[in-house]
Structures are given as C-alpha cells and as structure tokens.
C-alpha cells in the first residue's frame, strides 16, 4: 500500500471520529424499549395556591383548592396561564354480577376542560359524588408562556381520595 493512501485512511478515520463524538446526546426514554427520543421539561403543575401536586388527599382539602383551579409555576415561583387540561374522574363503586357477588368496578369519567378551573358540569359531578377511594387525573396541561405563543405541557396530577 501506498505512504499516500495509509495518510487518506487515517485522515478519514480522525474526521470520522471528529464528527461522530460531537453528535448530540440524546436522552432515552424511561420506557425500558432503548426508545431514543428527547425527554420533554414538564413545568409543574398544582392544586389551587399551594404546591401540592399530587398524592393522598383528603374531600374537604380537595373540595377547598379546586375551587381555586389549577397553577403552573415555576421554580422561581412565577405563575403562568393554563389554556386547558384533561380532568378524568375514576369514581369506585360497589358492583354486584348475575350471582349476586359483590365486586369493586372503577367507572371512568373524563372532560376537556378550557382554563385553569374545571367545567361546571365536571364540578357538580364531582361535589356530589365525590368519595373515600375515588381518584382524579389531571393531564395533558396546556401552559401558555405569553407573547410568543409558546405552548408547553405541565406535569400531570393525580389525586386519591382518603378522608373526608
């Protein structure tokens, strides 16, 4: 082989490696698949004025912050507007089959609901019926940073229904 040849070789090989290593990194997925897309930043989302996010919850607690809607903030505490959210209402109830057996069923109600507080509709259901062992799902939260029209995801919420 030719000194000209061995020098193209080796100048390829280091462009080659050059190029490689400053790819960008891509954050994998924590779906356990080797899926290889980039991880989204979620700002947080919280129930009314406080910074509960989620978790166990008691009915009067619950029934006192959603009054207030829901709140993106973040870390440094500065508030944007919520333009909509999936609020999915999953009410446990006692069930009995053909046999007369009893059996726990979790009936699922959900509702788009536009802004930052949830619909009237969802509201009254929820005031009514709302019970020890229900849980409530806030997702897909649309957050709205201002002039630019940026448009992001808020980290999703669920709820579980302890006390009353």
Not at 2 to 14: E, Q
Not at 119 to 147: C, E, H, M, P, Q
Request: hydrophobic content about 35%.
């Amino acid at each position: 082989m030719k000194p000209g040849y061995k020098i193209v070789l080796v100048v390829f090989g280091f462009c080659l490696a050059v190029s490689l290593w400053a790819q960008p990194k891509v954050a994998v997925s924590d779906n356990g698949k080797g899926d290889t897309t980039k991880k989204k930043k979620e700002t947080p989302v919280y129930l009314g004025h406080t910074r509960i996010n989620g978790g166990n919850i008691s009915r009067s607690l619950f029934d006192s912050l959603i009054k207030q809607g829901i709140v993106a903030k973040d870390s440094a505490g500065h508030t944007y507007p919520i333009d909509g959210f999936l609020f999915t209402y999953a009410e446990l109830r006692l069930y009995t089959d053909s046999m007369a057996n009893l059996m726990w069923l979790t009936d699922y109600d959900a509702e788009y609901c536009n802004g930052d507080t949830l619909t009237t509709d969802a509201a009254a259901a929820i005031y009514d019926r709302l019970k020890v062992g229900d849980t409530l799902y806030f997702d897909n939260i649309s957050i709205n940073y201002g002039k630019g029209a940026i448009v992001t995801n808020g980290r999703p919420m669920r709820f579980e229904i302890t006390s009353k």
